[in-house]
């Protein structure tokens, strides 16, 4: 099985497609007022216009509540990206059972981590 679609409820469509698009650097295949989708590797992520109001318990996600997970080439390259754009970063990279992984919140408050891809060994 391989998934291949994400959908993430917001508050603010405007915002979060300006957050997933020119922050993240999703690519837009398609946007409206309730709906939009962006290009991934495989998977499109869509963000849906919710009508309830977004809910932060901090770092504790209720269950039924998931944690979106993304992966780039330089994990520091972005990590200085996401500082400049004021993105809230709520771990730092660091290294989590043998892999680099830092967490921002989108403008909702949701969590997402940001994983580097792993390196090959060199001796």
Not at 7 to 36: C, N, P, Q
Not at 65 to 91: A, S, Y
Request: net charge neutral.
């Amino acid at each position: 099985m391989l998934v291949n679609y994400m959908i993430i409820f917001v508050s603010d469509m405007t915002r979060s497609v300006a957050f997933y698009r020119d922050i993240l650097g999703f690519i837009l295949k398609f946007e409206s007022s309730h709906w939009t989708e962006f290009k991934g590797n495989g998977l499109t992520l869509a963000l849906h216009l919710s009508d309830n109001p977004a809910r932060s318990d901090g770092n504790k996600e209720p269950a039924g509540h998931c944690r979106p997970g993304f992966q780039v080439l330089d994990l520091d390259e972005f990590h200085n990206r996401m500082t400049r754009q004021k993105v809230t970063c709520i771990e730092k990279p660091a290294v989590v059972f043998g892999s680099r992984i830092a967490k921002y919140a989108d403008p909702d408050g949701l969590i997402f981590s940001v994983s580097e891809e792993k390196k090959p060994f060199k001796e």
